[in-house]
């Protein structure tokens, strides 16, 4: 069924905003040497979706995601978690927050060993209500209004300002004239929204800063060796260790355990079942260091 007029407009503008905060967060990954996904291919997953399972088995299509250790053929442990969003009327504003509540908040439960950062760039028009609903569960939320996506446009002569009452032939003219820019005029949109909410973004990235740059006060590192065994009966398993000989060094390595303790409480543990993937989820953390130093 083909889109109306109206939602092939809206649905412009929503790509528009995560094509102006895409190239903020790929500078920051590779500022702090993390992977930056996106929706697209990428060799460790399949499809162009950017999709990851809760704990439940459920699937959740995201926006984008920052990783310790990812590369484009292997998935890493999830440093940031981030929606986008853009509604034009209240009445819709309520039912997105709650939609990106649903997608992320099983998402840091399954994770919650990982203290992923979770954040929302919201622009249009969201009550209030809906903004603080957000940060009450932890989330960094950053808003542009509805006013600034308007001016925004407005810089390359395209009308953005709609309502209810706007009719379709309208939508259909600002939308040729929108795919007859060329892309230094489309850039420049996004360049535009960026400066008209410079404070607000760059409060946005410092929250992301602050999860990234917490100072490591402890690291425990736990190689575990041995055979996985399994009993059907309570007294096999009793029998299991008091035989067991702790002593025995001749049991097969099974994987490294990571737990990086920061000086704010914080805790990131990664399992890693090779030398070369636990090196490079603490090399990760060394980027950082090494750039503050």
């Given at each position: 069924?083909?889109?109306?007029?109206?939602?092939?407009?809206?649905?412009?503008?929503?790509?528009?905003?995560?094509?102006?905060l895409?190239?903020?967060?790929?500078?920051?990954?590779?500022?702090?040497?993390?992977?930056?996904?996106?929706?697209?291919?990428?060799?460790?997953?399949?499809?162009?979706k950017?999709?990851?399972?809760?704990?439940?088995?459920?699937?959740?299509?995201?926006?984008?995601?920052?990783?310790?250790?990812?590369?484009?053929?292997?998935?890493?442990?999830?440093?940031?978690?981030?929606?986008?969003?853009?509604?034009?009327?209240?009445?819709?504003?309520?039912?997105?927050?709650?939609?990106?509540?649903g997608?992320?908040?099983?998402?840091?439960?399954?994770?919650?060993?990982?203290?992923?950062?979770?954040?929302?760039?919201?622009?249009?028009?969201?009550?209030?209500g809906?903004?603080s609903?957000?940060?009450?569960?932890g989330?960094?939320?950053?808003?542009?209004?509805?006013?600034?996506?308007?001016?925004?446009?407005?810089?390359?002569?395209?009308?953005?300002?709609?309502?209810?009452?706007?009719?379709?032939?309208?939508?259909?003219?600002?939308?040729?004239?929108?795919?007859?820019?060329?892309?230094?005029?489309?850039?420049?949109?996004?360049?535009?929204?960026?400066?008209?909410?410079?404070?607000?973004?760059e409060?946005?990235?410092?929250?992301?800063?602050?999860?990234?740059e917490?100072?490591?006060?402890?690291?425990?590192?736990?190689?575990?060796?041995?055979?996985?065994?399994?009993?059907?009966?309570?007294?096999?398993?009793?029998?299991f260790?008091?035989?067991?000989?702790?002593?025995?060094?001749?049991?097969?390595?099974?994987?490294?355990?990571?737990?990086?303790?920061?000086?704010?409480?914080?805790?990131?543990?990664?399992?890693?079942?090779?030398?070369?993937?636990?090196?490079?989820?603490?090399?990760?953390?060394?980027?950082h260091s090494?750039?503050?130093s």
């Open positions: 069924m083909a889109q109306s007029p109206s939602h092939q407009f809206g649905q412009m503008i929503g790509d528009m905003l995560e094509a102006t895409s190239p903020i967060l790929k500078s920051f990954a590779q500022k702090y040497g993390l992977y930056f996904d996106k929706q697209g291919q990428r060799s460790a997953r399949a499809g162009n950017l999709s990851w399972t809760d704990l439940n088995g459920n699937k959740h299509d995201l926006d984008f995601v920052l990783e310790r250790g990812g590369t484009p053929s292997k998935i890493g442990i999830p440093i940031a978690f981030i929606e986008t969003a853009w509604r034009r009327y209240t009445k819709h504003s309520r039912n997105k927050v709650q939609e990106i509540q997608a992320l908040i099983p998402l840091l439960e399954t994770y919650s060993r990982q203290r992923p950062f979770a954040g929302a760039v919201l622009a249009g028009v969201f009550t209030t809906a903004l609903q957000l940060r009450s569960l989330f960094a939320v950053a808003y542009l209004p509805y006013s600034s996506v308007v001016r925004a446009f407005e810089s390359v002569g395209i009308n953005a300002a709609f309502d209810e009452d706007t009719p379709d032939n309208e939508f259909a003219q600002r939308m040729a004239a929108w795919k007859g820019l060329s892309s230094a005029k489309k850039s420049k949109v996004a360049k535009a929204l960026v400066a008209l909410n410079k404070l607000e973004l409060r946005f990235v410092a929250s992301l800063r602050q999860t990234v917490r100072s490591v006060k402890t690291i425990r590192i736990l190689p575990l060796h041995g055979t996985p065994v399994e009993y059907k009966s309570l007294d096999e398993a009793l029998a260790f008091r035989n067991y000989d702790e002593s025995s060094q001749a049991h097969a390595f099974i994987r490294y355990e990571v737990q990086v303790s920061f000086v704010n409480s914080d805790r990131v543990v990664g399992e890693f079942g090779t030398r070369t993937d636990a090196l490079s989820f603490l090399e990760s953390f060394q980027v090494k750039r503050k």
